[in-house]
């Protein structure tokens, strides 16, 4: 079954730190970039970092830059995500989204096909 | 940084047709995609680029774009097709790659 299987949220008092993780299955994972989104209670969607297929580079959201890293083990077909110096404004749904394109008159259309269910960070002392 | 824009709420009448639109320099550039999410759920993708769906998504729901703007269009809406979508794209510069959302709108099927 081809999914992606997010893991590892909680409560967690400002100012710490938490890692989640990101399973995928029923596809080759190293063969695709992945993404964090996340959305806040109410809120809309919100882009947080991707990495490539082969983790040789890696993008991240201008709020969470310095605070938060994004990693793979293609090995273990798990993407991770380390998230230190935790903030209120954190709290939400993380979710894992799998990014494919398609060219198109001579660009690519990039689109996010395969998401997670997400995992709830609440950040609360 | 860029942004996309979209009508925070929109209504339709059962059978009726209606438009969702995105607006951001952004889409000049990259192609939208559009994402379809129920309460308590994951967003789904519905459409991406010039009017691609994914299998499973009817034809009735359909993306365009003109400039700075990408639309869906859903014709004959359906009750299950009241959810909240949302638009996103990418933009880069020299030294910097962004994801960007739209803030997303609210169909009501009335």
């Known amino acids: 079954q081809v999914q992606l299987v997010e893991s590892g949220g909680g409560v967690v008092q400002p100012g710490r730190s938490l890692r989640l993780s990101c399973a995928a299955s029923g596809f080759s994972f190293s063969n695709y970039d992945i993404h964090w989104v996340r959305q806040a209670p109410g809120k809309g969607l919100e882009w947080v970092a991707f990495?490539?297929?082969?983790?040789?580079?890696?993008y991240y959201a201008d709020s969470v830059k310095g605070r938060f890293t994004i990693s793979r083990d293609n090995s273990k077909n798990t993407l991770y995500v380390e998230m230190n110096s935790l903030r209120a404004e954190d709290t939400a749904i993380y979710y894992c989204?799998?990014?494919?394109?398609?060219?198109?008159?001579?660009?690519?259309?990039?689109?996010?096909?395969?998401w997670g269910q997400g995992t709830l960070v609440t950040v609360s002392s | 940084s860029s942004e996309l824009t979209q009508d925070p709420a929109v209504s339709v009448a059962l059978g009726q047709t209606v438009r969702i639109t995105c607006q951001g320099d952004s889409l000049r550039n990259y192609s939208a995609s559009w994402y379809q999410q129920k309460p308590g759920q994951a967003p789904v993708l519905v459409a991406y680029?010039?009017?691609n769906r994914p299998s499973g998504i009817p034809d009735r729901i359909s993306g365009s774009s003109s400039g700075h703007t990408a639309s869906l269009t859903i014709t004959g809406a359906q009750a299950e097709d009241e959810a909240d979508y949302y638009c996103?794209?990418?933009?880069?510069?020299?030294?910097?790659?962004?994801?960007?959302f739209g803030g997303g709108t609210r169909l009501t099927v009335l």
């Open positions: 996103n794209s990418r933009d880069r510069t020299v030294n910097h790659l962004e994801v960007l």
């Open positions: 990495i490539w297929y082969d983790g040789s580079q890696k």
């Open positions: 989204a799998r990014e494919k394109w398609a060219a198109a008159g001579g660009r690519r259309n990039y689109y996010f096909d395969l």
């Open positions: 680029g010039k009017n």
